[in-house]
């Protein structure tokens, strides 16, 4: 079965700074990976994604994501955080024809000025 | 932009009452999605649709049944609510027909309190 794990569960960052959300996946088959954020009281959306191709991924908002198989890892990052990036933060694998996806547990991410 | 709602945004219920969510969208999109969302948890598939008529289960059915008559809608019911089941509720569709990799977009969600 397929599983992702996101071990951050709280980060604060200072405005500015840079940021890394870490995210490892289990999953037999090369894997769908995606990263989504949840802004207080909202959905969820899409950040990125990755299936195939290169590993460094650019999504929007400026951030970014490196998938690395030896270490089965899917890590988010942002050079220069802003303070609207604080929010949820979603790691997701999914599989198979009918796209079922599990999430991760998901990491806070607060900014402080 | 895909169009899906949700309804009613929020529900307080009690416990043995029949719960009824219902998810619309607006793009006739084949594949929708039923979550859970609970702090710890993250999101959590309850069941999913791939065609009218068409629905299968995700992690945690128990004590959930799914409906979907005609495209747009998805309808969730919990059928004697528990305690168990407050929680917010996100319904999902598939976005694409790559195949690969395609983006679910989520509608606002429905928060649901059983006393």
């Known amino acids: 079965a397929q599983s992702v794990t996101q071990p951050d569960i709280h980060i604060t960052v200072s405005e500015g700074a840079s940021l890394e959300l870490r995210c490892n996946y289990s999953y037999g088959a090369t894997p769908y990976l995606f990263w989504y954020v949840q802004s207080p009281g909202q959905g969820l959306q899409l950040l990125l994604k990755?299936?195939?191709?290169?590993?460094l991924v650019q999504g929007i908002k400026g951030f970014e994501a490196e998938f690395k198989r030896s270490q089965s890892s899917f890590n988010l990052r942002k050079p220069s955080v802003h303070w609207s990036d604080a929010a949820e933060y979603f790691c997701a694998v999914g599989s198979g024809g009918y796209q079922k996806v599990t999430f991760g547990t998901g990491t806070k991410l607060q900014v402080i000025p | 932009d895909a169009g899906i709602t949700q309804s009613p945004r929020h529900k307080v219920t009690e416990t043995g009452t029949p719960v009824t969510l219902r998810c619309h969208q607006t793009?006739?999109?084949?594949?929708m999605y039923w979550y859970r969302q609970d702090p710890g948890h993250g999101l959590r598939l309850i069941h999913y649709?791939?065609?009218?008529?068409?629905?299968d289960k995700g992690e945690v059915s128990d004590g959930y049944s799914v409906s979907r008559s005609k495209t747009e809608d998805f309808l969730l019911t919990l059928e004697s609510a528990t305690s168990s089941q407050t929680s917010v509720y996100f319904c999902?569709?598939?976005?694409?027909?790559?195949?690969?990799?395609?983006?679910?977009?989520f509608g606002p969600g429905t928060r649901l309190t059983v006393l």
């Open positions: 649709s791939y065609g009218v008529k068409d629905t």
């Open positions: 999902a569709i598939r976005i694409g027909t790559s195949g690969r990799a395609d983006e679910q977009f």
């Open positions: 793009e006739n999109h084949r594949y």
């Open positions: 990755y299936f195939s191709g290169d590993t």
